[in-house]
């Protein structure tokens, strides 16, 4: 019996269209000027740390962390560090309003009925928490972060690595077999599932039109079965 939900977002409850049309330009185009403007400050100079650590570069010059950070956005690399400074950067666009964060319809109703259903809702996204935050804070239905009990991030590991949901489990009150995880990305779904979680795929926009796992286009299809 299910007992918590634990979900992807882009893709899954967020149009992958936001992410990659308007967030991930936004971080490019601001990206250069803001590690430049704040090397000084802990919380980035850690990410460069770890830029310079990804490529084997100890000494590399600024120049060379802001050209591989934007390599990485061309590329949709979910690397730690850029994740996190993606998170930071974004925090000034959704305050000067530049942006809300996307979520389906059906996705914000079918989160509010779970949670007042009495499921435990958790996050795991490659966006960092902060990312995480911000896209709920500043959504388009308001302020929504009182949904979700935990969020978690690639800090725990890469999404398609089994470990990474052995990480989340050890974490929550619950057995593996009594999270349901929510993606649309099949090799995420594998991981899980072979951590022991169960698993249900949102195929939208017409993307596939069958999977190995259960599977909806859209949060309205979801029934009870579901959670058995
Ligand atoms: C938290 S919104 C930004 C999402 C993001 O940066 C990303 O890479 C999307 O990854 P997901 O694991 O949510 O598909
Ligand atoms: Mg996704």
Avoid at 4 to 19: K, N, P, Q
Avoid at 110 to 131: C, N, P
Avoid at 182 to 199: F, H, R
């Amino acid at each position: 019996m299910i007992k918590a939900l634990l979900t992807d977002i882009e893709g899954t409850i967020t149009r992958i269209s936001f992410v990659k049309d308007v967030l991930f330009p936004y971080a490019a185009q601001q990206l250069p000027a803001f590690v430049r403007g704040h090397t000084e400050q802990p919380e980035v100079a850690e990410q460069i740390s770890a830029v310079k650590a990804e490529i084997n570069e100890p000494n590399a010059d600024i120049d060379t962390v802001i050209s591989t950070l934007l390599t990485w956005i061309e590329e949709d690399k979910k690397i730690t560090p850029l994740k996190q400074l993606q998170g930071l950067i974004w925090q000034t666009g959704y305050e000067n309003g530049d942006f809300t964060g996307h979520l389906y319809p059906d996705a914000y109703q079918f989160l509010q009925q779970q949670k007042q259903a009495g499921q435990q809702l958790y996050v795991y996204s490659s966006g960092s928490v902060k990312a995480q935050h911000l896209i709920f804070q500043y959504s388009d239905f308001g302020d929504i972060r009182s949904l979700f009990s935990d969020y978690f991030d690639t800090k725990v590991g890469a999404k398609q690595a089994p470990s990474a949901y052995e990480n989340i489990i050890t974490q929550l009150p619950f057995n593996p077999d009594e999270v349901l995880f929510l993606s649309d990305v099949v090799a995420e779904l594998d991981a899980a599932k072979t951590a022991g979680l169960k698993t249900l795929h949102l195929i939208r926009d017409g993307q596939e039109s069958s999977s190995k796992h259960s599977y909806i286009n859209d949060f309205s299809q979801f029934k009870a079965e579901h959670l058995a």
